[in-house]
């Protein structure tokens, strides 16, 4: 393939640009060759493919799109797990000059029905078994589907619906058509408008229905390329695709940046294994959920109970020292002769050893992103040699518009704006973006797109921050979320909330006191580590109701919470609590694909239990 | 268990027009005296799911324990594939391709799950001290085979994330899908099930019950399969028999079996009302 590629289509490689993401790839293809792209493991061992390889695969898959019928302004939706033909699929059907379409796979179905009509998806690939049946169930609401691509199709072998088929035959039909319509897919890509639409990311949307933001081609690559330039992503990066593929920051991690500088990409196993995989890619680029980040802390903690009293010791003094000496370097005083060796014993004994247990230990660039994360969390880790940089951007803004570059740091802010990005504060200290990332608008949505992006091209966030004089922007909640105490305090529940899930035992917090005298919150405890407890003191318990009904778990969130409110402000502490006797859940319309917690639908259904405190 | 129920539908029945794999005749087993199966007739043909249901101490594991060859009925016969097992000792029976599960899990405690895999594969080992000694060639060759043959049923039972854990540590639930996994490396013709949900959660037995139907549908491994929970047998069986103080009171489809009088009368007592 290779050969046919380089002889009659020299020329037609001039023509193709690099404004788009299946451009970036020919292009890279025909650099690198059989330099490795993507790593898969599958039954147990790494498995590589070339720059080559991957784009054989995307023009393949593009053929086989093409004789679906898939064409130009077509919506192709993927319902899978991150794995290779997630962005075989996806950039396939921006070759065409279709969009693709990410839906979370723990959607239910009636979220799948709402994403798949809404956008007119003509063509869905889905992971297994699992999706299928969501697709199969939800026929007669989606009448635009026309084809269902089953990448694993065990267990549906025998379906009557006549739709499906599996990924290996579909795509075969295009790897033999490949030296003869090669030229046709690359004159495509040639064809492409960098400022058409190239992938639909559908908000998670804590209130009302999800919107689908459209994205350019224009859009992602100037993100990428802002992401190069400021914060020297090079072409030998190594990073895991773990978090799902649908949401724009694994988007930045596993297309956006890799297509612009030629990095390896690495889907581990399952999303069960991502704590393995991490430790045996040993990514040099990570980016984090705080969810994840907040797991990796309490994982950490927990092990640390079970072990040694001497290497207890040794792990507080290595933290105590830790923190102190990036306190002092983010402060901007330069470390004595002393200072350097105590962090050099101590990375020896401590930071070393667990960052390697982490799968962190080669990593310069780990981000946070995609909700806000406490301080005191951030501290921790770069009090163990993990300088985790918090991030900032919307989904319309291709992902990211703020970042703290890796060798400043500055924790409790998302860093100044990214080469390319104006950002300035509107009317009550709004967040407003304006640059070529900004996003083309919601799909079928014009009202809401009038609302976000006004006359002059800034997109309205709907975050209050605060910039300082370095230029870092804090951002200090949500304007519809921020909680107005009786006494007239303006306070943001998410800092709060962040605050309250740095205890180990603490998985998800709402805060409440809007209107009241006093800020309360309901907790959810994290049922392993409590659980976990529970058993080393001989609390008997049998369920998780069960569990948050014991006394002596209401005395340990009760110390928790105490501990947790020594950081924050008086008026923010939080002076009642009870605990959720379920675990909230995306199916009980609890909480979003993103594991946001829905505030309004929250606040509804535990109204009886709000009250009491009150 | 909605999805594979609904899907029931959609699946072919396998065929029973040629020779049954497994042929048990007029089968009595009999204990000093007490009589633990009676006089029992059935016939299993290649890639059925075929269920053996009863109240407890009906014979259900006696009668798998005559298939297997840990028994030898006391009158009557069995055959595997045409080949009676009379004479056979139950490690000579695995070679006829019959792997089982056991009611309690019964895995090695402090192997991984990879290593517990890999003693399934057991028998499919043929190399020699020697080569084995130096690991070259053959013992070589063979040791990869093995490992990808149990590290595709890994992935078939999403068991990735325990592959380097002790047994031991993991919940039960794991346990008894190893020990399906340990079944299936040794590629069986044959799989015996000896109440595969027992003592799980309602999430853990439709856990089960799906990967029961992959095993069906994409490894055409015939099953047989004791159970005493009704519910797991009706959705997943193509035909059931029912024993009663080991006698078989019924046989047919699942649905049929359910409202036969003589079945409701062993399940729930003699006054129960039949609807």
Redesign the interface.
């Given at each position: 393939m290779s050969a046919t590629l380089t002889a009659g289509t020299e020329e037609l490689l001039q023509r193709i640009h690099r404004q788009s993401l299946p451009g970036r790839l020919i292009h890279l293809a025909h650099d690198r060759g059989s330099a490795p792209a993507l790593r898969e493991k599958r039954l147990g061992v790494w498995q590589e493919r070339s720059w080559a390889g991957y784009r054989d695969e995307v023009l393949a898959t593009a053929i086989a799109m093409l004789d679906a019928g898939v064409d130009r302004g077509d919506h192709v939706a993927i319902l899978s797990e991150n794995r290779e033909e997630w962005v075989f699929a996806d950039l396939a059907a921006q070759s065409i000059g279709a969009r693709s379409v990410g839906v979370y796979p723990t959607n239910p179905e009636p979220e799948v029905a709402y994403i798949l009509s809404h956008s007119g998806s003509v063509l869905v690939v889905c992971e297994d078994q699992e999706q299928v049946d969501k697709v199969v169930a939800i026929r007669d609401q989606t009448p635009t589907v026309r084809r269902v691509v089953v990448v694993d199709p065990r267990g549906t072998r025998d379906y009557a619906d006549e739709r499906l088929v599996g990924w290996q035959s579909f795509v075969q039909a295009g790897r033999d058509q490949l030296e003869a319509r090669a030229a046709e897919v690359l004159e495509r890509i040639a064809a492409l408008d960098p400022d058409e639409p190239a992938m639909i990311v559908y908000t998670s949307g804590t209130t009302g229905p999800p919107k689908g933001a459209m994205l350019s081609s224009r859009n992602v690559t100037a993100s990428a390329d802002a992401g190069v330039a400021a914060f020297g992503y090079s072409d030998r990066e190594q990073c895991l695709s773990y978090l799902p593929l649908c949401h724009v920051a694994e988007k930045i991690f596993t297309l956006y940046l890799p297509l612009a500088t030629g990095a390896v990409v690495h889907f581990g196993e399952s999303i069960d294994t991502v704590a393995d995989d991490l430790r045996e890619v040993s990514p040099t680029v990570f980016v984090g959920v705080p969810r994840i980040w907040e797991k990796m802390h309490s994982s950490v903690l927990v092990k640390m109970g079970d072990s040694s009293r001497l290497k207890r010791a040794l792990f507080r003094a290595g933290q105590a020292q830790g923190q102190r000496l990036s306190a002092k370097k983010q402060a901007g005083k330069r470390w004595n002769p002393l200072d350097h060796l105590v962090w050099k014993v101590f990375d020896l004994l401590v930071f070393r050893p667990l960052q390697e247990r982490l799968g962190l230990r080669r990593c310069w660039f780990p981000v946070s992103g995609a909700a806000p994360v406490a301080p005191e969390l951030l501290r921790w880790f770069h009090g163990i040699g993990v300088p985790i940089a918090e991030g900032y951007g919307q989904t319309e803004c291709a992902g990211v518009s703020h970042a703290n570059p890796p060798d400043a740091v500055k924790i409790g802010t998302v860093g100044p704006v990214i080469p390319g990005v104006e950002c300035v504060l509107g009317a009550g200290d709004e967040v407003l973006v304006r640059g070529p990332q900004v996003f083309v608008g919601y799909l079928h949505n014009e009202e809401a797109t009038r609302e976000t992006v006004d006359a002059d091209g800034w997109l309205h966030t709907g975050d209050v921050g605060a910039v300082d004089e370095d230029g870092y922007l804090s951002i200090t909640g949500r304007i519809k979320d921020i909680i107005i105490t009786a006494g007239g305090k303006n306070l943001s529940p998410e800092q709060i909330e962040n605050q309250m899930k740095t205890s180990p035992y603490i998985k998800e917090c709402v805060a409440i006191g809007d209107g009241r005298k006093f800020i309360s919150a309901l907790i959810q405890i994290d049922a392993d580590n409590v659980g976990d407890w529970a058993s080393r003191r001989g609390v008997a318990y049998t369920s998780f109701q069960d569990l948050t009904s014991k006394d002596e778990v209401v005395q340990l969130v009760d110390t928790e919470i105490r501990r947790c409110n020594e950081g924050l402000a008086r008026v923010e502490q939080v002076r009642a609590f009870r605990l959720l006797p379920k675990e909230l859940h995306q199916d009980d319309e609890e909480l979003t694909a993103t594991q946001k917690v829905r505030r309004t639908a929250f606040y509804e259904r535990y109204a009886a239990l709000i009250e009491e405190m009150y | 268990m909605d999805?594979p129920a609904d899907?029931r539908a959609?699946?072919?029945a396998p065929d029973r027009s040629g020779t049954p794999l497994v042929r048990f005749e007029e089968v009595t087993l009999t204990f000093s005296g007490i009589t633990a199966i009676d006089d029992v007739s059935f016939e299993v043909y290649p890639g059925e799911l075929y269920a053996i249901i009863g109240p407890n101490g009906a014979g259900k594991t006696s009668t798998f324990n005559c298939i297997s060859g840990v028994y030898r009925p006391t009158r009557g016969r069995v055959e595997i594939a045409g080949t009676d097992v009379e004479a056979l000792q139950p490690h000579q029976v695995t070679r006829l391709g019959v792997a089982r599960t056991f009611q309690n899990v019964e895995l090695f405690p402090m192997l991984t799950t990879l290593e517990n895999l890999l003693v399934g594969r057991h028998i499919h080992y043929t190399s020699k001290w020697l080569g084995d000694g130096i690991f070259r060639g053959r013992a070589r060759r063979q040791e990869i085979a093995n490992?990808?043959k149990v590290?595709?049923i890994?992935?078939?039972l999403?068991l990735?994330?325990y592959?380097d854990l002790p047994a031991s540590f993991l919940p039960y639930g794991v346990q008894k899908r190893i020990e399906l996994g340990r079944a299936l490396v040794m590629e069986p013709e044959l799989l015996l099930l000896d109440e595969p949900a027992a003592g799980m959660n309602q999430e853990e037995t439709e856990d089960v019950a799906?990967y029961l139907?992959?095993v069906q549908?994409?490894l055409d491994i015939t099953q047989i399969l004791v159970e005493h929970d009704m519910g797991v047998v009706m959705d997943l069986a193509d035909r059931v028999t029912v024993l009663d103080f080991g006698r078989k009171i019924a046989e047919g489809d699942p649905e049929d079996v359910q409202r036969d009088p003589e079945v409701i009368r062993a399940y729930l007592g003699d006054h129960a009302e039949v609807q």
């Open positions: - | 999805a899907q959609l699946r072919r490992r990808a590290e595709e890994i992935e078939f999403n990735e994330r592959r799906r139907l992959d549908e994409e």
